[in-house]
């Protein structure tokens, strides 16, 4: 049972954008930076936020992150259909150690 | 280019024990963390645990203290994932990843492929 929270699912038409939430604690996001991940259907995840808003080489800037307090944000922007995947936002959380706690996960769907 | 490898598919019976290989190329090995990250099917993410391996200093997760282990072999840059008294939740693809550890943040890249552990009688 994960310790952030993130909606399960969120939709947009291609070229909108959507925003995904991770939602936790002092404990994790609070005190610490946060990753962000993709996974295409049937592939691995693959790393797109690190240190709350930067991006990996590779990584279009269509995608965002940002940080306040003990929630952490995602912006897709200019949809695509090729966004369509599930989401994760990750940190540590010092409420047990060692413990890098993933959020729930969120579907995105390109209408 | 950096790349996690892992070994194939495995089936074992409730009680067994599996351990997935997981090579790596493209970097130098002991110079960043192996970590072990599981998913059931349909579920989310479950991190299991770290190991460095240039000292071979491991961390796990409290669900799975005492059932797992994380070891290397330096001369062939390859980490392993040992979970012993297995039981059919178990059952789920496992991914070894690249950590970067930084002053209150950590990151995962790349992924290995994953491997898929069935556990069934």
């Known amino acids: 049972q994960s310790v952030l929270t993130q909606p399960p699912s969120v939709s947009a038409a291609p070229g909108q954008k959507v925003t995904i939430s991770c939602s936790g604690s002092s404990s994790n996001i609070g005190n610490n930076y946060v990753s962000w991940y993709q996974q295409l259907p049937g592939t691995a995840p693959k790393l797109l936020i690190y240190d709350n808003n930067k991006r990996p080489s590779g990584i279009p800037d269509r995608f965002s992150g940002s940080k306040s307090g003990t929630s952490a944000t995602l912006g897709i922007t200019g949809l695509q259909t090729g966004d369509e995947a599930d989401y994760y936002c990750?940190?540590?959380?010092?409420?047990?150690?060692?413990?890098?706690?993933f959020g729930t996960g969120t579907k995105v769907t390109v209408l | 280019q950096v790349q996690l490898v892992q070994s194939g598919a495995e089936v074992k019976k409730p009680g067994a024990s599996v351990k997935v290989s997981c090579k790596a190329s493209g970097y130098t090995f002991t110079s960043y963390d192996i970590n072990w990250v599981r998913q059931a099917t349909g579920q989310g993410l479950e991190w299991m645990g770290w190991?460095?391996?240039?000292?071979?200093?491991?961390g796990y997760a409290q669900k799975f203290q005492g059932r797992v282990t994380i070891t290397r072999n330096t001369s062939i840059s390859t980490a392993y994932m040992e979970l012993s008294s297995l039981r059919s939740e178990d059952t789920a693809v496992y991914y070894c990843?690249?950590?970067?550890?930084?002053?209150?943040?950590?990151?995962?890249?790349?992924w290995g492929q994953g491997t898929l552990v069935t556990v069934s009688s």
């Open positions: 990750g940190t540590w959380d010092s409420s047990l150690s060692p413990n890098y706690v």
């Open positions: 190991m460095n391996p240039n000292s071979g200093n491991t």
């Open positions: 990843a690249r950590g970067y550890r930084r002053v209150r943040s950590y990151w995962f890249d790349p």
